[in-house]
């Protein structure tokens, strides 16, 4: 049974950090790149980062960079999202995806074909 299990969200004051968790099984983690997408009450889901299978390449949506890092551990089957000075706005329900094409990073939700339940992150003021 494929499988992706986040954890690791939460109510922090702004300014905090989370770490996000997601844990994969049923399928070759290894070869497929992975993203955290996020989505907030009545808005659009939204991309927040990817990650190259080999992890070496990542991508941001311009609200995140030089605060939140993606990073993966091939041999635990897990990708991270470690999240700085955090912001009211980066309040969401927070999702990774697995994408199993070659080519460049996607940002586009559609593109991924497995998904994790998700996990909330609050961010208080």
């Known amino acids: 049974q494929v499988l992706l299990v986040e954890s690791g969200g939460g109510l922090v004051q702004a300014g905090g950090s989370l770490r996000l968790v997601c844990a994969a099984s049923?399928?070759?983690?290894?070869?497929?790149?992975m993203g955290w997408f996020r989505q907030a009450p009545g808005k659009e889901r939204e991309f927040v980062a990817a990650?190259?299978?080999?992890?070496?390449?990542?991508s941001y949506v311009d609200s995140v960079k030089g605060r939140f890092t993606i990073s993966r551990d091939n041999a635990k089957n897990t990708v991270y999202l470690q999240m700085n000075n955090l912001k009211p706005e980066d309040t969401a329900v927070y999702s990774c995806?697995?994408?199993?094409?070659?080519?460049?990073?996607?940002?586009?939700?559609?593109?991924?074909?497995?998904w994790g339940q998700g996990t909330q992150v609050t961010v208080s003021s």
């Open positions: 995806a697995a994408n199993g094409e070659y080519g460049p990073l996607r940002t586009a939700a559609a593109r991924y074909n497995t």
């Open positions: 049923g399928f070759s983690f290894s070869r497929y790149a």
């Open positions: 990650i190259r299978r080999d992890a070496g390449e990542t």
